[in-house]
């Protein structure tokens, strides 16, 4: 019920955030620890008149809400690492056709089958290189249930917006954890619908021609309009094209469309930074135990903040810089081997003051370890 107050997995505010922004289809394998947003679509989205079908794999998933979406539906899948490595060839479909999709990622340890029951954050260079080729992507993440929802949203509005798939990278711990949400009324968040063309049938459509604004209108296939959908290079009109003019165009556009628009895409928290001399740097999970270091800290006196990324990709090296480069100490706080770490120090003049506290083993990162690791840094004259 909209407007009321909830207790729920983060899977769950997931699935209430994406029937919230007009769900109309979901394809997807049942996978630890994804497994409960197809459980609970595979009731709720027929209910709500859309459509729910279990495919035999991951990369029919990929493949049927490619479809579905270029129907004119709002689509999703999830799942988690090995599922997302089998959908990474159709995902680079999705890049280069320009079909608007959302896939959902619960992390865990890997590679391989990994750790199918603990949480990791391994997959954020995977959201970003997995696929082939050069292209750009939306990669978006959340530490609580009710940011949970809300970047769900988002991440519908941003694929409607920029015609394109949109990748959500939860973890385990944020997917089974429950916490209290409150759902939004309708009408409270924006939504983006579809930019349908206004084309008439029986005139020439061009699917692939940007509006000034850089929007691709489009006209839901098998609709009034006939026109041809490809993976390869091509034109205004659909048509494969080896034009060197046209493959350089088309593939800035790719990335430029998301690139250029990263202040636009970009989505952070940020908690006592504007005085900090020791800067924590985290997303997801790691988030939550990072701010409890910064609270307890703020408490004793010491200038601790907290810089909480939501978006993962596009990276916003330029907002990253601006709010943490007057620290003293920057500590890059997640659950891998550092695949934010480097983004950082890329984005300061002094990346030599960027240091890692990190855990691999599939064991949730504790304000125990973060303090532990802050001494030994501190204890280094650092």
Request: proline share 5%.
């Amino acid at each position: 019920m909209p407007g009321a107050v909830r207790f729920m997995q983060g899977n769950e505010a997931c699935v209430e955030g994406a029937l919230y922004a007009g769900l109309e289809f979901f394809a997807g394998y049942p996978i630890t620890p994804s497994s409960e947003i197809a459980e609970q679509l595979s009731y709720r989205l027929p209910r709500q008149g859309g459509r729910f079908i279990q495919m035999e794999d991951e990369i029919a998933s990929m493949c049927a809400i490619i479809g579905a979406s270029l129907t004119g539906r709002k689509v999703l899948t999830a799942t988690s690492g090995p599922g997302f490595s089998l959908m990474q060839e159709a995902l680079g479909f999705a890049v280069m056709a320009e079909i608007p999709c959302v896939i959902v990622n619960v992390q865990r340890g890997g590679p391989s089958t990994g750790l199918p029951t603990h949480m990791s954050q391994g997959d954020v260079n995977q959201a970003r290189w997995g696929t082939h080729g050069d292209h750009a992507i939306i990669a978006l993440t959340a530490s609580n249930h009710q940011d949970v929802f809300a970047i769900t949203v988002e991440a519908f509005n941003m694929a409607e917006t920029f015609r394109t798939p949109v990748v959500l990278l939860f973890d385990e711990v944020v997917g089974h954890m429950r916490e209290r949400i409150i759902l939004p009324q309708p009408g409270e968040l924006a939504l983006v619908e579809r930019l349908r063309t206004s084309v008439p049938g029986g005139v020439d459509y061009h699917p692939y021609l940007p509006r000034e604004d850089g929007r691709l209108p489009m006209s839901d296939f098998g609709g009034v309009h006939r026109y041809n959908v490809t993976g390869l290079y091509h034109d205004m009109w659909g048509f494969p094209s080896e034009n060197p003019k046209v493959v350089h165009g088309l593939i800035r556009h790719l990335v430029d469309k998301i690139e250029s628009n990263v202040d636009n895409i970009a989505r952070y928290k940020a908690y006592y930074i504007d005085d900090a001399r020791t800067v924590l740097v985290s997303y997801g999970a790691s988030a939550r135990s990072a701010l409890h270091v910064v609270e307890s800290a703020r408490r004793k006196g010491q200038k601790f903040g907290l810089l909480e990324l939501q978006t993962l990709w596009p990276f916003p090296h330029d907002i990253v810089g601006e709010a943490v480069g007057r620290a003293k100490r920057v500590i890059v706080v997640e659950m891998n081997m550092g695949h934010i770490l480097h983004e950082v120090r890329k984005a300061l003049t002094n990346p030599s003051n960027v240091f890692l506290v990190n855990r691999l083993d599939g064991v949730f990162i504790t304000p125990t370890d973060i303090r532990q690791a802050l001494r030994l840094i501190e204890g280094k004259g650092i």
